[in-house]
């Protein structure tokens, strides 16, 4: 009589990971996004579409899969001489640079990638992004197990503005703060009728667009710069959001509270809303109300909405640290921009440029250098990294769009 084997005795296989190269960009990204951690769901088909619009290039997209269904889509363009064979990560530096990873997805997967991408390319570049990127952390490791050599070098500190701790305090926002706040609001009545609204979703149209060049136009980035950095402007990176917003599900992700005083646009915040976290991206106003701190009234609204809404963490990118701290932001992750160069002579000319490419970003303070279990615990709202086994602004240093 034949005794039946219990399913504990059967021998567990791995799970099966395949990995292709095609031209264009996957379809795959869209299902890998919807499974990666709410912060990353942005990185979308839509999101790599506007940034080849915008930024040009021809996308080719890596994927891998696990047993038939995709956990990791990465898309790449070419940089640099075409004798190189280098890649990067297309996207929008705000609010970084990064691809889509299913959040179980372990090390395996990188690995797989890798080995496929060592055939088709020298050098992958991803950044800037930030430490404990998904994304970022899985390379790292499968870089550590297949010899590549990886070269990272520092563009900025973030900073993350924790509103539910901050309110279970009892800090925030002060009622001394609400205070000034309700004595400016008074004052900015003289110069005309106010009015507070807020866009998302279907509400991205062009004239929601145009609302915010026309402040850009008139803020101190025309006054102080050449523009190339202003968000929505036709000279700045207007073609790009304008793109993104095609995609609905990354249209309903944008959000802007907009102040408009006798029906002209004054002042503006721009997000990106992921889950329980909020990605600020821009923020301006018209200097001729600047007297009565229309950026800081709008923002102090948005935030307030936004705690509505069942957001709980604010990341304020990297840039001026002032207004943040004030706020009551702390120093987050470091934003870093990486270079994984496969092995072989690629990987030994890499080591002796080691110094250089880390020489090209900017200088590190030393609040970045915490270790790494301290910075995770820092972050811990962002990302949690399962699957590496090994420990691992915004003013553009260099980045190739």
Known sequence: MTKPMPLADFTRLPPLLTASIGDGLASAIDAVAASAAPTHRFLRYGWFAAALHAYGGEARTLTVAREGDPVLA????????????????????????????????????????LDLLARHANALRIGPVYDGDPALEGLRAAA???????????????????????????TWPRNSTLRKNRFHEKHLAE??????????????????????????????????????????????????WRAAAQDPVIAQMLWAAV????????AFSFDLNAGSLKYAIANSYDPRVAKQSPGKLLYYRNLVRALE???????????????KRVIG????????????????LPGLAAKLLRGRWRASGNVEPDSTRLPRACRRAASHHYWSWEGASTSSAQTEVGAAR
């Open 144 to 170: 550590a197990t297949r010899g590549w050599v990886a070269l990272d070098r520092f563009v900025a500190e973030s900073f993350l503005l924790d509103m539910a701790a901050l309110q279970a305090e009892g």
């Open 259 to 266: 102040l408009r005083i006798d029906g002209e646009p004054t």
């Open 329 to 344: 932001a702390d120093a987050g992750p470091a934003i870093r921009d990486w270079l994984f160069v496969r092995p072989g």
């Open 191 to 240: 110069h005309g009728e106010p009015d507070w609204s807020f866009v998302s979703g279907a509400d991205w149209m062009s004239q929601a667009f145009d609302a915010l060049a026309d402040i850009e136009r008139r803020s101190w980035i025309a006054d102080r710069t050449d523009g190339r950095d202003a968000k929505f402007t036709e000279s700045g990176h207007g073609a790009f």
């Open 309 to 323: 809404d069942g957001i709980t963490t604010v990341d304020w990118g990297a840039g001026d640290s002032g207004y």
């Open 74 to 113: 990465l898309p790449m363009v070419a940089m640099g001489p075409a004798p190189l064979r280098l890649a990067q990560v297309p996207g929008c530096y705000w609010p970084f640079r990064s691809f889509p990873v299913a959040q179980d997805v372990g090390t395996e997967a990188f690995e797989v990638a």
